[in-house]
């Protein structure tokens, strides 16, 4: 199975800050990488997918970027309420794995 | 609408049985994948089997293989989990999620969520 590692583990940030968080593949995935957001009490939502590609409805402030087996989740401008946990999780091979989470307090 | 509502939850000693049903809506049930996908206390996201349009092919991670099985009823829209041999280790809760699949196959992200069932394993 295909680890992934995500870095920071949790990180605190104020509103209309720069976040970027980092998933590590422990082999080349090609881009097949999925980025979700998780709320308290709340059910995951799909931001990213492809890595880089936006999925509808999600703001412009996300991002996504890397290949091979380093990937970035950024958030141009944090605002209230993207304080949440982030997963990434690879799809290029089954079992689909998540990173274990980093998640954003606000400072 | 898209929505998928699970239930079936509750409590259920060590080496029980449970039985999960996710239903659909909103959307043409047999043309996806789906998967489950389980959340341990305070704990990240597992994956844990999917199911092909069909019901043809079924995939699971290898710590609930044997135990649990993964189905389906198109004309019921319908999506179940059978839990058996259950573990404390099985203590999540349970989100159904609709596959959307990155190669036309098993690998797949997941596009809608469920709210979650808590399944609860302990004596």
């Known amino acids: 199975d295909i680890q992934m590692t995500q870095s920071p583990s949790s990180l605190s940030a104020s509103v209309g800050d720069r976040v970027t968080i980092t998933c590590r593949a422990s082999q080349g995935i090609s881009n097949s990488l999925a980025w979700y957001q998780q709320k308290p009490g709340k059910a995951p939502k799909l931001l990213l997918y492809a890595a880089s590609r936006l999925e509808s409805g999600v703001p412009s402030r996300f991002s996504g970027s890397g290949s091979g087996t380093d990937y970035t989740l950024t958030i141009s401008s944090l605002q209230p309420e993207d304080f949440a946990t982030y997963y990434c999780q690879q799809y290029y091979s089954t079992p689909p794995t998540f990173g274990q989470g980093t998640k954003v307090e606000i400072k | 609408e898209v929505q998928l509502v699970e239930s079936g939850g509750g409590l259920v000693q060590p080496g029980g049985s449970l039985r999960l049903s996710c239903a659909a809506s909103?959307?043409?049930?047999?043309?996806?994948?789906m998967s489950w996908v389980r959340q341990a206390p305070g704990k990240g996201l597992e994956w844990v089997a999917n199911?092909?349009?069909?019901?043809?092919?079924?995939y699971y991670v290898d710590s609930v293989k044997g135990r649990f099985t993964i189905s389906r009823d198109n004309a019921k829209n319908s999506l179940y989990l059978q839990m058996n041999s259950l573990r404390a280790e099985d203590t999540a809760v349970y989100y159904c999620a609709r596959d959307r699949s990155g190669y036309g196959d098993s690998r797949v992200y997941m596009d809608v969520w469920g709210k979650g069932t808590t399944v609860t394993v302990s004596s």
């Open positions: 909103g959307f043409t049930f047999s043309s996806y994948w």
């Open positions: 199911i092909k349009q069909d019901g043809s092919e079924k």
